[in-house]
């Protein structure tokens, strides 16, 4: 179960804290995801556990007050990364939950030797396109049909150091 947003006046002061994923923390992290995206968008159980579980998999979630608000799911070969899904619920939006994850997750990713993250997102996704472009992600491409139901997605990337 999807825990119960705090009041807004108390939501600017909660901290947040940034821990690595366990398995304990699945059903957060798919609840969060099925709260997150449409169906056919949202990533199935099997889908999700897979991705958890491809080499150099790493994930982060975000906790406020020990409870899963966010989590950050990236995985990498040799010198390119891949964010497969940031995931913020929406209560937490825009309380800079997403640009801690992704900024902890590219400190990460750097340190295990990538220099270069790529991305999807939906072309009709503006709040995304504008979250990923003020982290310095550029449009390199438009990846036609990525979606289910045809929907296009931009290829996005971004160098690290």
């Not at 997403?98 to 999807?120: F, K, P």
């Amino acid at each position: 179960m999807i825990a119960v947003p705090a009041p807004k006046q108390a939501r600017h002061s909660t901290k947040i804290s940034l821990r690595p994923y366990t398995p304990d923390d699945f059903e957060a992290l798919y609840e969060i995801d099925q709260a997150c995206y449409v169906p056919g968008i949202a990533y199935s159980r099997p889908e999700l556990r897979a991705y958890l579980r491809f080499p150099n998999a790493d994930c982060l979630i975000a906790t406020i007050r020990g409870k899963p608000a966010g989590f950050c799911l990236t995985a990498y070969r040799e010198t390119r990364g891949h964010v497969i899904t940031i995931d913020v619920l929406e209560a937490y939006r825009r309380h800079k939950i997403g640009s801690r994850l992704l900024e902890a997750i590219e400190s990460r990713l750097a340190q295990a030797g990538v220099n270069e993250v790529i991305l999807e997102t939906a072309t009709e996704n503006h709040s995304a396109i504008a979250f990923w472009e003020k982290h310095g992600y550029r449009t390199r491409g438009i990846w036609k049909g990525y979606y289910p139901g045809g929907r296009d997605a931009y290829a996005m990337i971004k160098s690290i150091a």
